[in-house]
């Protein structure tokens, strides 16, 4: 399984319906789970974040691909992200049309609009 790491924002659009189809292209063996629809939404946040780092943890997560927005992921993204490195679960980053492994992360905390989002900098390697 693969585990799909995107801001609400994209739930429901044609970007991740883009984005979702990229991932199967890439990994046609694996099934996507996708946050979308697994989660009541109406639930507190970390309670949200808990289910889905439950998922990501539970053994049969074989990599996180994630996508930004303008290049900043929200706060849940990068938690999602920093449970599978810890776990040494390969982290995967879509970038326009493709898709590049994660070899390392930084990221920077950028505090607007009463959200925190995070700018990922990451080392990354496409992946064919």
Avoid: W
Avoid at 22 to 27: G, H, K, P, S, V
Avoid at 56 to 84: P, T, Y
């Amino acid at each position: 399984m693969i585990y799909y790491a995107h801001s609400v924002t994209k739930y429901g659009t044609d970007i991740e319906k883009f984005e979702l189809a990229l991932i199967a292209d890439r990994f046609p063996l694996l099934q996507i789970v996708n946050p979308n629809g697994i989660n009541d939404e109406s639930l507190p946040e970390d309670e949200i974040l808990r289910n889905c780092f439950s998922i990501i943890s539970r053994g049969d997560c074989e990599g996180l691909v994630f996508s930004s927005m303008s290049g900043l992921v929200g706060i849940g993204v990068l938690n999602e992200i920093q449970c599978a490195m810890g776990q040494s679960i390969p982290v995967y980053e879509i970038s326009g049309a493709e898709i590049y492994k994660v070899q390392s992360i930084r990221s920077v905390e950028v505090d607007f609009s009463n959200r925190v989002f995070a700018q990922v900098l990451t080392v990354r390697i496409p992946v064919r």
